[in-house]
């Protein structure tokens, strides 16, 4: 199997390593962009902010990045107030996402602007076809027409109608749930640290305000009568009968980018300033070990081939698998490849500049501490000090397909009786938790639970749950949808299969890497859709 896997490795990743041509030919496209929009800025706005940069964020960012790949960009203001510079304010005027949307078609650029997300996206294509592009001018136009008191509707109001439970204590400020295992070998993260430095007594409370990342939009599917969740503890939902084939790959209407044939793409993101955060951290969890960054690439490949990376259909998004190979990593791996960076963080001895340290680690409420020095890093991962752990590649990608497609079993490795798994019905992924794992309960993250946006009604789901690094409350696989967990742990097992037919030398039922290929669905343009899922 390891053999099997490691030769595999050796002829996929070299086809899924980005080029350094195409990520200048991005970065050029991204100062041409951020050009335009300074200049829009300067000419039809008179507001606080004094002008905007477009910072990268995202897979080119960190390191994770495949041919092909969006560019994620965020719109970072520099203000002329003084206070709200030193504050970290990121917040934006609703005026500004048209008023570039605006600029940016004028270029001839292919721009829509999500606006029924937790902040406004604004999605640009460099070549757009000419129907795209008038499909999209007249979406514009819709806009412009409306009333002056339409154009600007009042914020979207995200209160869930069930509250999570409230932590039950403090542990060095951040907060703790009552009934958590730990039962993943963390014992041995104490000899690999960060910086020396004592840790502070005190920290930035936990979230306590459902700040969702903004996502594109999630088609609904159909699901049975009295669905019943895996995780909802026995108790039914009753939904309407919509029989549908599901589809993997989302039917495209007639405002969404193909895949190809537009140039490059990329999203705007407007108010994200965590999302810098968590490129940062993946970016130095890469620089942790030579094997961490082709073990991301491998399976995000995988999962795109097999048709199961899309928030956009109900599955789950490349972010979402990069923290599931981290998780393992970190946690699961014995020894552990990579320290726990958020466990590694020291404070500042010093009193000014542990103030300074937690005024800017401090974004719109959410910790975003970590061990972020990237130059200690790699001279630590190049003296060795970082992992004791020697296993080759396909060793690790044995380890991780076999935790994820497993039933439940002993939890210490060190024992010789089986392998750790991970129980998809009751268990959330944490990668700032020692151990790696928080209970579904203990979050309150049992069953589906709506929010209203704009008087329409939102599924938060948690039929897999992983929790972001900074924003505890949000779920990272909260698009996921009954026939997306299906389709995941599928594939799941039937690479598990493959490679135990590998290990008996038996015919497997196909390669790991076949791609999925779906009959043509049946595009009905009536109307465009409306982005509903944040």
Known sequence: QVRYLDSLANQEIPKVEIPSAEIAEKEAFRSRLEAICRQALANGYSGDIATISLVGF???????????????????????????????????????????????????????????TRVPILKVCENPSEELYTALCEERRKWDDLPDEEKYPPSPSLKAQDEPPKASS???????????????HHHHHHSVSGPKGPRPDTDTKAPNEAKDEAQKSVKSVGTPDSFQD??????????????????????????????????????????????????????????CDPRVRPMVLFVKSWAKRRKINSSYSGTLSSYGYVLMVLHYLVNV????????LQLC??????????????????????????????????????????????????????????????????????????????????????????????????????GAKSTIVNGKEVRHRYLFAIEDPFEWDHNVGR??????????????????????????????EGGLFDEVVEPAPVVKRERPRAETEM
Not at 71 to 85: F, N, Q, S
Not at 252 to 261: A, Q
Not at 401 to 414: D, I, K, L, V
């Open 333 to 340: 791996a014995y020894p552990p490849v990579c320290p726990n």
């Open 170 to 184: 403090d542990v060095d400020g951040q907060k703790t749930y009552p009934s958590i295992h730990h039962h993943h």
């Open 58 to 116: 995202g897979s080119l960012v960190s390191g994770f990045a495949t041919p092909g790949s969006d560019m994620d960009l965020a719109i970072v203001p520099a203000w002329k107030d003084p206070a709200k510079a030193a504050s970290n304010f990121s917040q934006i005027g609703p005026e500004i996402p048209r008023l570039l949307e605006k600029a940016l078609m004028d270029a001839k650029f292919g721009v829509r602007l999500l606006t029924k």
């Open 479 to 508: 698009t996921v949808q009954h026939h997306g967990i299906v389709a995941i742990r599928d594939e799941f097992r039937r690479a598990w299969r493959i490679l135990q037919a590998v290990a008996w030398e038996r015919e497997p």
């Open 345 to 446: 963080w020291r404070a500042p001895t010093n009193a000014e500049e542990f103030a300074r340290e937690m005024r800017e680690t401090t974004i719109e409420g959410y910790s975003v501490r970590f061990w972020r020095n990237e130059a200690e890093i790699m001279a630590r991962a190049r003296a060795g000090e970082l992992t004791q752990n020697n296993q080759s590649l396909g060793a690790l990608l044995r380890g991780f397909f076999a935790y994820f497609a497993s039933s439940p079993g002993p939890r210490n490795p060190q024992s010789g009786y089986g392998p750790p798994s991970f129980i998809w019905t009751s268990e959330v992924l944490s990668l700032r938790t020692p151990g790696g794992i928080l209970k579904k309960h203990a979050k309150g993250w049992t």
């Open 230 to 287: 895996s995780n909802n503890n026995g108790n039914q939902q009753t939904r309407p009968h919509h029989e549908k084939h599901w589809f993997r790959e989302k039917v495209l209407g007639p405002l969404d980018f193909p895949k190809f044939g537009v140039g490059i793409q990329c999203d705007i993101n407007f108010s994200n300033p965590l999302a810098l955060h968590n490129t940062h951290l993946l970016r130095c969890y890469s620089l």
